[in-house]
Each structure stands twice: as structure tokens, then as C-alpha cells.
């Protein structure tokens, strides 16, 4: 999926105009993204919604388990483990 998504980028972006900076280019790859790719394109693979309103049907579809912690995520996820949790856990596992 990540191939089709940086072949469309280049197709639609990249390769239209030439780009003066790099900063210029990141600057528009950013804008491309956030402001059309995520909001407007409608995906296949999403049923033929934008990642947005894919993501919005799916929080109102499931409003009470979106209020709840996911209990398949560690209690950890993100941050480092405390020094309790780490001296448990064996070195080859962290």
C-alpha cells in the first residue's frame, strides 16, 4: 500500500512542476497530504471514502468501545517503562 500511496504522490505532485527548493516541495507534499490525500481522495480500499470520513464512520459506529481504553494495547504503549516494570521484564524482551 505504501508503493501505490508514493506512486500517486508522484503522479499528482511530484513529477508536474518543477520545484525551485526542497523546502518548497515539502512544504506542497505536506499540503497535498493533510489538505487533499487525507480529506478529499476517496480510497478503494476504505469503500471509496476519504481516510476522514472513514475515520469519522468509524468512531460513530462504535461510540462506546471509543470511550473505553483498547485492552489489546499495553498499558505502556508510547511510554517508557517505569522502573518497576523494568527490572520484571527480562533485558531481551524490551
Excluded at 526542497?22 to 499540503?31: I, K, N, P, T
Excluded at 481516510?51 to 485492552?71: F, G, H, R, V, W
Excluded at 505502556?76 to 521484564?89: L, M, W, Y
Amino acid at each position: 500500500m505504501a508503493e501505490s500511496f508514493f506512486a500517486t504522490i508522484k503522479k499528482e505532485l511530484v513529477h508536474r512542476q518543477p520545484w525551485p527548493t526542497r523546502r518548497d516541495l515539502s512544504a506542497a507534499v505536506f499540503e497535498y497530504i493533510e489538505g487533499f490525500y487525507n480529506r478529499q481522495r476517496r480510497h478503494s480500499t476504505l469503500g471509496y471514502l476519504t481516510p476522514a470520513d472513514y475515520e469519522q464512520t468509524t468512531i460513530n459506529s462504535n461510540p462506546e468501545k471509543n470511550q473505553t481504553t483498547n485492552p489489546e494495547c499495553p498499558p505502556n504503549r508510547g511510554r517508557p517503562p517505569d522502573e518497576k516494570t523494568a527490572a520484571s521484564t527480562p533485558a531481551d524482551t524490551r
